[in-house]
């Protein structure tokens, strides 16, 4: 099983970015996805999440209106366009699969580092 994150890089404040996720593996279009963030410091917090079949996302109400989670299961991808960013959008940004039922299974990506900074 493997996620790799890419998409990461150094942007100005008001800039965007856009984060991929591809899953190996696994069956991807099983598996709800999720982005979660970690800043130096901080603990490990949930940005946004989208339903196995796409038709259903969340996110935290810090990037409600900048940030859109999709996914393309022909691709095995999820994104993350991230739209407006702030200095405090500065993360070790992580994507997450996770497939609920009688036994959860759970697989993270290494991560990939988003810098906000004139």
């Known amino acids: 099983v493997q996620l790799v994150e890419s998409g990461g890089g150094l942007v100005q404040p008001g800039g965007s970015l856009r984060l991929s996720c591809a899953g190996s593996?696994?069956?991807?279009?099983?598996?709800?996805m999720s982005w979660h963030r970690q800043a130096p410091g901080k603990e490990r917090e949930l940005v946004a999440g989208?339903?196995?079949?796409?038709?259903?996302?969340n996110y935290a109400d810090s990037v409600k209106g900048r940030f859109t989670i999709s996914r393309d299961n022909t691709k095995n991808t999820v994104y993350l366009q991230m739209n407006s960013l702030k200095p405090e959008d500065t993360a070790v940004y992580f994507c997450?699969?996770?497939?609920?039922?009688?036994?959860?299974?759970?697989?993270w990506g290494q991560g990939t580092q988003v810098t906000v900074s004139s």
């Open positions: 997450n699969a996770v497939r609920f039922g009688s036994i959860r299974y759970s697989y």
């Open positions: 593996g696994f069956t991807f279009s099983s598996y709800a």
């Open positions: 989208i339903s196995s079949a796409g038709g259903i996302t």
